[in-house]
């Protein structure tokens, strides 16, 4: 494991009912694949030595004994391999059968795990051939020449760099305490399923929330294989589902109903599941209710491998996967909405005041500023838009700003800066030819005064228009459009924003939105260039958004290090960004990310709209003073 990731897989293969030497022969091929692509566990599918659907037959010595023997030849396949399998095969312990999982590496066999709930309804009859793990008493018992303990308590294998797996077989998911919950709080970080769940209509879609459900309320891993083609058809039909899932998301599915053997492989972040759990004090609480002590069983040490990381990586982690987009954007908006109508209503305001500069924040602050106000049934005149044109100012986003402001029916006013800077600047005795932080910042607080003034003097609130990624950066004017009464964007990232206002453009059907989508993010607090287009691109001087808002998600999300961020990103967005570019403004984020803390200790309420936000006050509580030095330090590593 490197970087917290454990390469795992789900195996589906070919299979023959009772044919044990054909089954091994199809697992055999499917581990050496596994091994060769580096996997670190692999599992295949409930009783999948002999296959699951042998009815009576599992009553026959024979067989049994067959499953033993292939057991032994797979021990003595895997002598030299790496990757840890996990078979099902029938064991008798004792005068009882068992169904259970056996795990084995490198020619030994680690442990055996009999399952715990057996179907006996509707066409399961498990219980016709099977005891239960809870009709077993913990004892030593010899399989396939090897010796093994075998108890019905909790066992959880942990591999040579620390990852914890426990095992659950088919049924034992669906129970209404799954073994799973015990094994996840007893520290298993991935749990393994053994499957052979038939294939009914809308079964599939159930099974998949229930995976997905169970890796999200124990915050693990969760590995599933079921049986496919070659089982019986006499009266149900196997797909051969493969599903690899991480703390509730869907990492890779198989392909159900396949004719031929299949393998998914993907990484699981363990890492990614342990930050989870240590701030999750709901997780911490059950721990405590429920002390399970596992039986530990370690597995053999491997020989170290080159890493390469082959799951692959959103590099827009914010933005709304296509199938989800409009619920997704429709939930965001209703959240900020509901943030502003509840604070509108709360102070009896019936006017609110927004600078507009035609550029993205401010757009998406004004299309929910009017939302709220049609929902608590406010006049939008009572929305006052102020356009405030400086130095900088271009035609493109002025006239973009009045286009909008009209469309939407607000109120317009035209506030021009210029003469109140140029009079500070004489006032301070600041050269206006001198472009520095000073002519930048003297704008925009001038603009943020006329906003807080004129909302004092029509009894207003002003919307705040920063965006998260501008709050992370410290890309605002300390008291300047860092500061409002209400910050509507706060919780939303650049690359979202952006993605908002184009589904708004489409529902809405107007080309004054589309071209503030297309237009360069920029403060303009520099003179336009002699064509009279914006000069001052905010991606040229801090890095792109898209890899600030790729660095944010997983440094506030996970707490990833720098050189694991850096790693992901670069398979993230490979092709579009160079490893160099991609250090270099990972290094910016990092020292603009401590350096502006203070902005973000006193910034203004706002609504938090995903699992990520700054405010002081929920989920980002940092010493302004704090030092940057390891983050930086683990960044200078990364040069060749």
Known sequence: MK???????????????????????????????????????????????????????????????????????????????????????????GALLYNCAAVIQSGTLLGVVPKTY????????????????????????????????????????????????GIEICEDLWAPTPPSNRLSLAGADVIFNLSASDELVGKHHYLRQLLCQQSARTMS????????????????????????????????????????????????????????RRTNSTFITAQSQDRVVPALIACKPV?????ELVRPINPHPFIPDDDKMQESCDEILSIQVAGLAK???????????????????????????????????????GIIGITMPGFGTTDRTHDNALKLMN???????????????SQHFKDIGHDAAVHDVTYENAQARERTQILMDVANKENAIVIGTGDLSELALGWATYNGDHMSMYGVNAGVPKTLVRYLVGYIAGEMATDVLLDIVATPISPELIPADENGEIKQKTEDLVGPYELHDFFIYYFLRYGFRPSKIFMMASKAFEGTYDTEVIRKWLQTFCRRFFSQQFKRSCMPDGPKVGSVSLSPRGDWRMPSDASSALWLKDVERLKP
């Open 3 to 93: 970087y917290g990731f454990l390469k795992v897989a789900a195996a589906v293969p070919s299979v023959k009912v009772a044919d044990i030497e054909y089954n091994v022969q199809q697992i055999e091929s499917l581990i050496a694949q596994a091994e060769g692509q580096g996997v670190e566990v692999i599992v295949f599918p409930e009783l999948s030595l002999t296959g699951y659907s042998c009815q009576d037959l599992f009553k026959e010595q024979l067989l049994t004994d067959k499953a033993e023997e292939g057991l032994l030849v797979l021990l003595d396949f895997t002598r030299k391999l790496d990757v840890i399998s996990i078979v099902g095969l029938p064991v008798q312990i």
């Open 118 to 165: 057996l179907p006996n309804y509707g066409e399961f009859y498990e219980k016709r051939w099977f005891a239960s793990a809870h009709d077993l008493t913990a004892q030593d018992i010899y399989l396939a020449g090897s010796p093994v303990h075998v108890t019905p308590d909790p066992v959880i294998f942990t591999t040579c760099d620390g990852v914890r797996f």
């Open 221 to 276: 891993g969760y590995v599933y294989a079921s049986s496919g083609f070659g089982e019986s058809t006499q009266d149900v039909v196997y797909g051969g589902n493969a599903m690899i899932v991480e703390n509730g998301k869907l990492l890779c599915e198989g392909e159900r109903f396949s004719l031929q053997p299949q393998i998914k492989i993907t990484q699981v972040d363990v890492e990614l599941l342990r930050t989870e």
């Open 303 to 307: 020989a170290t491998r080159d890493f």
């Open 343 to 381: 604070r509108l209503h709360h102070i009896n305001a019936q006017k609110a005041v927004i600078g507009i500069s035609g550029g993205l924040d401010s757009t998406l602050a004004l299309l929910v500023a009017v939302k709220a106000f049609d929902r608590l049934a406010l006049d939008r005149r």
């Open 407 to 421: 469309e939407l029916g607000v109120t317009i006013r035209e506030i021009s800066i210029a003469k109140a800077v």
